[in-house]
């Protein structure tokens, strides 16, 4: 099936459930950030902390993945995952990065750009064994971001892996997985406007470290 770029371009939404203003928001982004989160929450939208994860190689080719945010706070957005994985590497190399919710129920999207740092190995330990026991084993079984032969390999993986902690309690954490957080330097809220008049309002960290709030031309 073809779809003809004339469909595709007169695809159109017109924004209209809210607007957004500098006397409305929070001092702090990440307080502005909870009220909008929790927003999302109280919507029932499906997976509110599925967001998407940017990062960059070394020489700066950009790469994005779907992630799901595991917590905030004043220090900054957390995600898990394999630090040998493509986004492990590319971190390790370059740690800038850059995060996106989009909640379109709600008509709503939040940019973040920051730099990444790992976890507390006993914060990652805790999560970790607070997973699902078949999340565990997953995470031990799939040498994630390489190539493979088939999916039998990790299914024979999985059923290794299952048969020896069957009867053990707690699985051991395996040392190439744990947290990261992405501690922000910049946040840009995102509302939907009539006419495509969209709401932009920008906190940018000062040298100072308090947060400068500004609108943006949509």
Same mark, same amino acid.
């Given at each position: 099936?073809?779809?003809?770029?004339?469909?595709? *371009?007169?695809?159109r939404q017109d924004y209209q459930a809210a607007t957004l203003s500098e006397e409305d928001v929070a001092k702090d982004p990440i307080s *502005?950030? &909870?009220? $909008?989160? &929790?927003?999302? %929450?109280? &919507?029932e939208i499906h997976e509110p902390n599925? %967001?998407?994860?940017?990062?960059?190689?070394?020489?700066?080719?950009?790469?994005? #993945?779907?992630?799901?945010?595991?917590?905030?706070?004043?220090k900054g957005f957390v995600f898990y995952t394999n630090y040998l994985s493509r986004k492990g590497q590319e971190i390790t190399k370059n740690s800038k990065a850059a995060l996106v919710f989009? $909640?379109?129920?709600?008509? #709503?999207?939040? #940019?973040?750009?920051?730099t990444l740092e790992k976890l507390d190995e006993k914060e990652s330990e805790a999560y970790f064994h607070s997973r699902p026991k078949a999340s565990q084993i997953g995470a031990l079984a799939s040498p994630q971001s390489r190539e493979i032969d088939n999916k039998q390999f990790l299914l024979n993986n999985i059923q290794l892996l299952e048969e020896k902690y069957k009867?053990?309690?707690?699985?051991?954490k395996p040392p190439h997985w744990g947290g990261y957080i992405v501690k922000p &330097?910049?946040?840009?809220f995102w509302q939907g406007g009539h006419g495509r008049l969209h709401d932009r309002i920008v906190y940018k960290l000062m040298a100072n470290q308090n947060w400068k709030i500004t609108r943006l031309a949509p």
């Amino acid at each position: 099936m073809t779809i003809h770029k004339e469909i595709i *371009q007169n695809l159109r939404q017109d924004y209209q459930a809210a607007t957004l203003s500098e006397e409305d928001v929070a001092k702090d982004p990440i307080s *502005q950030f &909870s009220t $909008w989160f &929790s927003d999302a %929450m109280s &919507s029932e939208i499906h997976e509110p902390n599925i %967001m998407t994860l940017a990062t960059a190689t070394a020489d700066g080719i950009p790469s994005a #993945r779907i992630m799901l945010l595991k917590g905030f706070d004043d220090k900054g957005f957390v995600f898990y995952t394999n630090y040998l994985s493509r986004k492990g590497q590319e971190i390790t190399k370059n740690s800038k990065a850059a995060l996106v919710f989009f $909640w379109q129920d709600l008509e #709503r999207q939040v #940019r973040i750009e920051g730099t990444l740092e790992k976890l507390d190995e006993k914060e990652s330990e805790a999560y970790f064994h607070s997973r699902p026991k078949a999340s565990q084993i997953g995470a031990l079984a799939s040498p994630q971001s390489r190539e493979i032969d088939n999916k039998q390999f990790l299914l024979n993986n999985i059923q290794l892996l299952e048969e020896k902690y069957k009867d053990i309690a707690e699985i051991p954490k395996p040392p190439h997985w744990g947290g990261y957080i992405v501690k922000p &330097s910049l946040i840009e809220f995102w509302q939907g406007g009539h006419g495509r008049l969209h709401d932009r309002i920008v906190y940018k960290l000062m040298a100072n470290q308090n947060w400068k709030i500004t609108r943006l031309a949509p």
